[in-house]
């Protein structure tokens, strides 16, 4: 088993040690062939029969094949000196079967509905949802996951008929499924421990979330929200409040749209201290006024091919100038990256792609799958990180000398220099202007290094 493998794994909470035993075994064999089906993996009918009995296995816990990954994020975030960013997102796995997925204790999520799906009108879509939260560095990179959560819906909405007789402001926060914001805040803080006072909590608008805000506030726990509800202050709301701020400073930004173009945008930034209050009903009896501080940005000129730039965070951190403003904006933007994380499990990984019946069988997947996705994502990363790191921070002995000697030219000597030789494996031209190599040309370099690494350890027990 490779070493950084290892050192993931050490932490199982599995009680049986042959359950322990048979899980190393699955993610190493998963490891070097990602994307593939389990019988490509498993290679014979012994090690394909075992891999699906332990993912039948109702015994093991999403929350079990996820621990030891979890203590050695805990330990990452522990080792860096300054703060980091956990990034809180939900994304859903879609399936399609002609006949609908089981699962023992509730169906799979469903539509209800027949699709044209590419595969005929006959078969039908199911889902998998996974609330996942993944600690990074500043620099963008990624520690870990800290929380993980995968659940399925009865329907498209389980609060339908709740909020036929209520309004979703009414109901208890139990009741909804947006407890999962909670859920992750309280995972992570409880992960962290002591080390939780580092961290600063991103999320989109999904989470503009009164509860939510009132338990970082009660964890001392910093977060930036984007704003999406128009909050009660002290003395109109949070709009009206913003539109009478004056503008603190403006600030020229660079993006790529969807399309790829190169965007230059002028934003107007404002800056204002505020207490927001809970919705006009019952919680503002259960729930204290909160301080915050609003940050906002709109695009000074509107484009007439686009929409214009209008966002607004708000946050517990302590903002008064243009610096820590500007840090606020470019924290948030940094919650691409779990976006990124996801794709690597749809596109890299392929777990959407499994032909596994259940939805039992197919979380246990997922969660092996979150390991390998953190590696992918990690080693992309990691390129554009000091290059003063040792080489066998990612690579071990074998893995350095086929990047070595696989490709005649002169010799590695960085830890960027043997992850180049990786994305060339996949792909990658490394022309003068391409860009760093992304996280596909990483993935597929991977499987062809363990490819390769294979035959170099036949070779070395036939010799």
């Known amino acids: ?131 996942a939260s993944l600690a990074i560095t500043l620099e963008g990179l990624p520690l870990g996951l800290t929380s993980t959560k995968f659940w399925t819906r009865k329907g498209s909405d389980p609060d339908k008929e709740l909020k036929k007789k209520n309004s979703p402001t009414c109901m208890p926060a139990e009741a909804k499924e947006s407890i999962k914001w909670q859920e992750s805040l309280n995972t992570t803080h409880k992960l962290l421990g002591c080390h939780a006072s580092k961290v600063i909590h991103v999320s989109d608008r999904e989470s503009d979330i009164y509860d939510y805000m009132c338990n970082c506030h009660e964890l001392n726990a910093y977060f930036i929200v984007r704003s999406s509800v128009n909050r009660l202050t002290e003395e109109s709301t949070l709009v009206d409040e913003v539109a009478l701020t004056k503008r603190a400073f403006k600030h020229m930004i660079n993006y790529q749209d969807a399309n790829g173009n190169n965007i230059e945008a002028t934003l107007n930034i404002k800056i204002k201290q505020l207490k927001i209050k809970a919705s006009r009903n019952n ?41 820590e403003s500007l840090s606020v904006i470019d924290w948030y933007k940094q919650r691409w990256k779990i976006e990124v994380y996801f794709k690597v499990l749809k596109c890299g990984l392929k777990v959407e792609e499994s032909k596994l019946r259940t939805a039992e069988r197919l979380t246990r997947l997922i969660a092996i799958c979150c390991i390998l996705a953190w590696r992918i994502h990690w080693l992309t990363m990691l390129n554009r990180e000091d290059r003063r790191l040792a080489p066998k921070l990612a690579f071990d002995n074998v893995e350095r000398l086929i990047l070595e000697n696989y490709i005649k030219k002169k010799k590695p000597e960085t830890l960027q220099d043997y992850i180049l030789r990786l994305a060339k494996l996949g792909g990658y031209l490394a022309r003068s202007n391409d860009p760093p190599p992304g996280n596909t040309v990483i993935w597929r370099g991977l499987n062809r290094l363990y490819e390769l690494k294979a035959g170099f350890e036949l070779a070395q027990n036939c010799g």
């Not at 394909?48 to 330990?75: C, D, P, W």
């Not at 699962?103 to 996974?130: C, E």
């Not at 259960?286 to 000074?300: F, G, N």
């Not at 509107?302 to 610096?323: A, C, G, M």
């Open 1 to 131: 088993m490779d070493s950084w493998l290892n050192e993931e794994l050490s932490g199982c909470a599995f009680k049986d040690q042959r359950l322990t035993t048979r899980f190393k075994s699955i993610v190493a064999c998963l490891s070097e062939k990602s994307g593939k089906s389990i019988p490509e993996i498993c290679e014979e009918w012994a090690s394909t029969k075992a891999f699906y009995r332990f993912l039948s296995n109702e015994r093991v816990e999403a929350s079990e094949i996820l621990a030891g990954h979890f203590e050695q994020t805990m330990s990452r975030v522990k080792s860096i000196k300054g703060p980091c960013l956990v990034l809180h997102d939900t994304t859903e796995f879609i399936y399609n079967r002609k006949k609908p997925l089981s699962n023992n204790s509730s169906p799979l999520s469903s539509t209800n509905k027949q699709y044209d799906v590419g595969f005929g009108k006959d078969y039908k879509t199911g889902s998998i949802l996974l609330q």
């Open 283 to 323: 919680k503002q009896s259960c729930y204290p006024e909160l301080p915050i501080t609003v940050v906002s940005a709109v695009e000074v000129d509107r484009p007439v091919d686009r929409e214009p730039i209008k966002w607004t965070f708000l946050t517990n951190l302590p903002v008064s100038n243009k610096e």
